[in-house]
């Protein structure tokens, strides 16, 4: 029989080995990496304390899920009250803290438009969704996580399908064209070059900001005219300030960080369709770019 510090360190090992694809489940439910982390937290607490069980990764995952349910109701009405437009948190993925992102509907279910797209669902619809899209779960093993019959987990499937169908644009899996894309924005939206921007941006692109209560578009911009001005505005006050930019993978895409100094001023997501941009997300609420600062300085939270 293992001594207990023995014990201790193998489930200590066990966990860590689940906890990018706990971290990833909870981001995506949540559309929070600090409420996500927390979660995975009392996941440990209840996973130290528990029984051993035969399958530790099916069970996490129930933990998981259910722990993220119980904040989702709380959590759409804190989002109903939000000043300005509420964006996910956006979370660097380079170093595999969301789990594998190898597949197109991996790199999906993590993207900005997706998770914005996953707010309109009922907190239960939007667990279904999620364990089915993103970590291929079965209906029976679905069932079992969420405590229902195989038959009402395809329901509720189809039903979340239904009411994203008419949102959910193709996604663009071309990442070099996306990056691409994203390096000549930057280009364009810091020289003011507006014809360059203009054959960017769709006709019917939007522009959100999501600036936690702070100085920002506080509705969404719609249409090229009106964004092109903002953007051509907002790359004006750049020049004039010390603010720089860069590029890196953002929620399994290319993205823009802008920085003041040292610290992280602004991330910037892009949506493309059929090499334009249709949406363009900015987070520059501070409290939201805390998770993705820690990370760019090696210390995210309980890694």
């Given at each position: 029989m293992d001594s207990p510090e023995t014990a201790d360190a193998r489930r200590a090992s066990i966990f860590e080995e689940h906890r990018p694809r706990l971290f990833g489940l909870a981001y995506r439910l949540l559309g929070s990496a600090a409420?996500?982390?927390d979660v995975v937290q009392s996941a440990y607490l209840s996973w130290h304390g528990a029984d051993w069980v035969e399958?530790?990764?099916a069970w996490l995952s129930k933990v998981v899920t259910n722990l993220c349910l119980n904040q989702l109701?709380?959590?759409r009405a804190r989002r109903d009250s939000y000043p300005g437009p509420w964006l996910p948190e956006p979370v660097l993925t380079d170093s595999g803290v969301l789990g594998p992102l190898e597949t197109v509907e991996q790199?999906?279910?993590v993207s900005m438009a997706f998770l914005v797209l996953l707010e309109r669902l009922t907190p239960t619809e939007r667990a279904v969704f999620v364990l089915r899209e993103a970590f291929g779960h079965s209906h029976a093993e679905i069932a079992d996580i969420l405590d229902i019959d195989a038959a009402h987990s395809r329901q509720l499937y189809h039903r979340a399908g239904a009411h994203l169908a008419g949102e959910r644009k193709r996604f663009d899996a071309d990442e070099s064209r996306h990056r691409r894309m994203v390096t000549e924005f930057l280009a364009a939206a810091t020289t003011g070059n507006a014809a360059r921007l203009h054959r960017l941006l769709a006709e019917?692109?939007?522009?959100w900001t999501d600036g936690g209560g702070a100085t920002a578009a506080r509705r969404p911009i719609l249409g090229r005219e009106r964004v092109l001005r903002y953007l051509i505005g907002a790359g004006r006050r750049l020049e004039a300030s010390r603010i720089t930019v860069d590029t890196a993978?953002?929620?399994g895409e290319p993205a823009a960080l802008a920085f003041d100094g040292d610290r992280l001023a602004a991330v910037l997501t892009f949506e493309l369709v059929d090499s334009?941009?249709?949406a363009v997300r900015m987070i520059v609420a501070e409290a939201k770019l805390a998770f993705a600062a820690a990370a760019l300085d090696g210390a995210v939270p309980n890694s």
């Open positions: 409420d996500a982390d399958t530790p990764g109701t709380s959590a790199r999906e279910s019917d692109v939007v522009a993978m953002i929620n334009r941009i249709v």
